[in-house]
T-cell receptor, first 113, second 116 residues
């Protein structure tokens, strides 16, 4: 079974500053990687995913994440955050078999005006 | 607008009550899931159904009973719950063949359950 580590439980950042949310997973077997975002009183929404191919994947709202197989990491970055990016962010991993998704404990991003 | 609808959004129940959570997906997916979300803990997978058949049951107490009458509907029947069962219960669905993890999960907005 996988374990997913999000070391930063809370990340405060000023508006228009860059941000990186870290995610590491335990196993180096073939995996699929996801970032989800959760706004207050809502469910999780898919932000971006890595399945294969280019190790850098992007979302439509300016976030990007890079798959690093040797470091078993999938860190999420944005060069300039907005107030509307304030939310909880979850990293998730699935393997090539089964329907099991492993989630991290989440990182609360707070953008300060 | 979410393709996965959960009702009710909030539920308060006593430990002796019986209630049910409902989930409906409008995405044509063939797998449905129940997750429990508690503060500062990873999402806990409770149950998975593929083509209406239960494929995962992660040692969930019997006071939680799932039901999947068809690929679009999923229920979670609750009885004699404990205060520690208070949490956000999330339903999700995914498209994809059994045995692949490529298809991402699509979540509903959850039911906030409080057990008094």
């Amino acid at each position: 079974a996988q374990s997913v580590t999000q070391l930063d439980s809370q990340v405060p950042v000023f508006e228009e500053a860059p941000v990186e949310l870290r995610c590491n997973y335990s196993s180096s077997v073939s995996v699929y990687l996801f970032w989800y975002v959760q706004y207050p009183n809502q469910g999780l929404q898919l932000l971006l995913k890595y399945l294969s191919g280019s190790t850098l994947v992007e979302s439509i709202n300016g976030f990007e994440a890079e798959f690093n197989k040797s470091q078993t990491s999938f860190h999420l970055r944005k060069p300039s955050v907005h107030i509307s990016d304030t939310a909880e962010y979850f990293c998730a991993v699935s393997e090539g078999t089964g329907n099991q998704f492993y989630f991290g404990t989440g990182t609360s991003l707070t953008v300060i005006p | 607008e979410t393709g996965v609808t959960q009702t009710p959004r909030h539920l308060v129940m006593g430990m002796t009550n019986k209630k049910s959570l409902k989930c409906e997906q409008h995405l044509g997916h063939n797998a449905m899931y129940w997750y429990k979300q508690s503060a500062k803990k990873p999402l806990e997978l409770m149950f998975v159904y593929n083509f209406k058949e239960q494929t995962e049951n992660n040692s969930v107490p019997s006071r939680f009973s799932p039901e999947c009458p068809n690929s679009s509907h999923l229920f979670l029947h609750l009885h004699t719950l404990q205060p520690e069962d208070s949490a956000l219960y999330l339903c999700a669905s995914s498209q994809g063949e059994v045995g692949t993890g490529e298809s991402p999960l699509h979540f509903g907005n959850g039911t906030r359950l409080t057990v008094t």
